[in-house]
Antibody
Framework: EVELVESGGGLVQPGGSLRLSCAASGFSLSRYWMHWARQAPGKGLVWVSRLNDDGSVATYADSVKGRFTISRDNAKNTLYLQMNNLRAEETAVYYC???????????WGRGTLVTVSS | QTVVTQEPSFSVSPGGTVTLTCGLNSGSVSTTYYPNWFQQTPGQAPRTLIYSTNTRSSGVPDRFSGSILGNKAALTITGAQADDESIYYCVLYVGRGIWVFGEGTKVTVL
């Protein structure tokens, strides 16, 4: 079965750090560009970051630039999101999404919940 | 700042047709914004319906179609069914590697 599975979410204090992982199964992640998107409770989707297929070009939403880092290990078939200096308003379910070529969004993971609270 | 606009809600009768739109606070949406459309039901992850304006994702029924209508991207549901009741999101590529989601349209089938 083709799927993406996120992990690494949890409770973290404001100003803290967390690293999310997104493991692919049933297909090779190396062929895909990848996104992270998030959704605060009861709110809409927000794009966070994107990484190209070989991991050489990353882009970020202004709200996370300088604090979040997207990366990948194609040998492990896994995408990552390192989140530093987290804020309470970043409490959300974080989804990874594959993209066939640069512009064709494809498979969504089930998401992992990040709660930023003291 | 780029804002992507969607209608907050729509209601459609079973078997009816509804067209949702995805626009910009300034400017027109064209195919070069590569609009993608997603469906999300409560408690579930989103699912990709349409990519690159008008191509259906694998397994998506042909009652869903995408297009450019005037200066906006559009998602049309033809022959709406009860299980189409969901929130629909669009996302646009605004350049320099940046994507922006719309706020979503809640569709009620009744």
């Amino acid at each position: 079965e083709v799927e993406l599975v996120e992990s690494g979410g949890g409770l973290v204090q404001p100003g803290g750090s967390l690293r999310l992982s997104c493991a692919a199964s049933g297909f090779s992640l190396s062929r895909y560009w990848m996104h992270w998107a998030r959704q605060a409770p009861g709110k809409g989707l927000v794009w966070v970051s994107r990484l190209n297929d070989d991991g050489s070009v990353a882009t970020y939403a202004d709200s996370v630039k300088g604090r979040f880092t997207i990366s990948r290990d194609n040998a492990k078939n896994t995408l990552y999101l390192q989140m530093n200096n987290l804020r309470a308003e970043e409490t959300a379910v974080y989804y990874c999404v594959s993209s066939t070529s640069m512009v064709k969004w494809n498979i969504w993971g089930r998401g992992t919940l990040v709660t930023v609270s003291s | 700042q780029t804002v992507v606009t969607q209608e907050p809600s729509f209601s459609v009768s079973p078997g009816g047709t509804v067209t949702l739109t995805c626009g910009l606070n300034s400017g027109s949406v064209s195919t070069t914004y590569y609009p993608n459309w997603f469906q999300q039901t409560p408690g579930q992850a989103p699912r990709t319906l349409i990519y690159s304006t008008n191509t259906r994702s694998s397994g998506v029924p042909d009652r869903f179609s995408g297009s450019i209508l005037g200066n906006k991207a559009a998602l049309t549901i033809t022959g709406a069914q009860a299980d189409d009741e969901s929130i629909y999101y669009c996302v646009l590529y605004v350049g320099r590697g940046i994507w922006v989601f719309g706020e979503g349209t809640k569709v009620t089938v009744l």
